[in-house]
């Protein structure tokens, strides 16, 4: 791809901004797409009423993780019980079944799914959303022309199963299939599968001081068969230097402050709910205007995390590290640009 077809992947999202569908009885808005990732991943933000109970399914195609953003649920994955709030991080991986409760909300949580595709299928049995809210609760009592469609739906549903390897344990009933959740569970699950399932409390992770920032890991390329990188970044207001990645997009997902990013001949502000992305190979940088800013940091394919354990030290406190009694000295950044070189990124000042 040439420098100007690589320069027209950059986007940015602000908060309500993407493809929002009516989803069940949820808003789903469609942030990033196989196409925009390079096949790495989705983003899906998904907003769900309070008592909102999704289907037991398990997916053959892709990992499933969820960063919630507000409310509380309870997740269960496997055997495994995992209750969830604003900062939770949960990773549920392929072959394992899995739903969840929304205890108190309504909850609004990320969806990242890995590799893409899953995306078609929330298309395809959803409709555009008519506003940026919850749909209105269906109404009225069915009649035999009700029956009929349903049963054409659950005909057509199985396809699409099918065709995107997500698996409703049980049979699908009604209207909203994908809201109806069956005690059954199948019992073909890989128990390294199984495994592989881990939930991340707020703060929890393994927390870095690094460069100024607080930087907290909450998947790397060992937990998503190196698709992506998942780190939380907590940032003092300031501007950080050009760089270039050579080897993996960045995208971020901002959770708190309002910032400025510079991505090729590209200026976006963004706010909390607004995601960026910024491919490789093209130069980039982002200034806190106001914070301090905590977002997310999605890089794909996986590795960055080990350049981050090579300029970093473990956090003494999971807070901002202290500031330093000056800049850099001249040494000090020839060694970072030499670091950053072996792992293929580039200080561009």
Not at 43 to 57: F, K, S
Not at 127 to 146: I, R, V, W, Y
Not at 250 to 270: H, R, Y
């Amino acid at each position: 791809m040439n420098e100007r077809g690589v320069a027209g992947r950059v986007f940015g999202l602000k908060d309500g901004e993407g493809n929002a569908r009516w989803w069940g009885g949820g808003l789903a808005t469609i942030k990033a797409t196989g196409k925009e990732s390079g096949d790495h991943y989705s983003v899906i933000e998904v907003l769900e009423p309070q008592g909102a109970r999704a289907p037991l399914h398990v997916h053959r195609k892709e990992d499933e993780a969820f960063y919630v953003l507000e409310g509380e649920m309870t997740f269960h994955i496997g055997e495994q019980t995992i209750q969830a709030r604003a900062g939770s991080f949960v990773f549920g991986p392929k072959d394992v079944p899995h739903t969840y409760t929304v205890d108190s909300g309504p909850a609004k949580l990320l969806f990242l799914l890995s590799p893409p595709g899953f995306e078609g299928f929330i298309e395809a049995i959803s409709q555009p959303a008519k506003a940026l809210t919850l749909p209105p609760p269906e109404s009225g009592s069915p009649s035999d022309e009700d029956d009929t469609i349903e049963e054409a739906e659950s005909e057509s549903f199985a396809v699409l199963e099918a065709r995107y390897g997500c698996e409703i344990v049980g049979t699908p009933q009604g209207h909203q299939p994908s809201r109806e959740r069956s005690e059954e569970e199948p019992t073909n699950v890989d128990n390294s599968a199984r495994s592989k399932t881990y939930g991340l409390e707020e703060g929890e992770g393994e927390a870095r001081w690094w460069l100024g920032e607080l930087a907290t890991v909450k998947a790397t390329g060992k937990e998503t068969d190196g698709r992506y990188t998942l780190v939380e970044v907590l940032e003092p207001e300031g501007e950080q230097p050009f760089h270039v990645h050579h080897r993996e997009d960045e995208g971020f997902w901002v959770l708190e402050g309002e910032l400025t990013f510079e991505v090729g001949d590209e200026t976006i502000k963004a706010s909390p709910g607004s995601f960026l992305f910024g491919p490789k190979d093209v130069p980039h940088r982002y200034t806190v205007d106001s914070g301090p800013a905590k977002l997310l940091f999605i890089l794909s394919p996986a590795g960055f995390e080990e350049f981050i354990y090579a300029t970093s030290e473990p956090a003494k406190e999971r807070t901002l590290p202290p500031a330093p009694e000056g800049p850099p000295s001249e040494a000090e950044m020839e060694q970072l640009g030499a670091v950053a070189r072996e792992y293929g990124a580039e200080l561009l000042i």
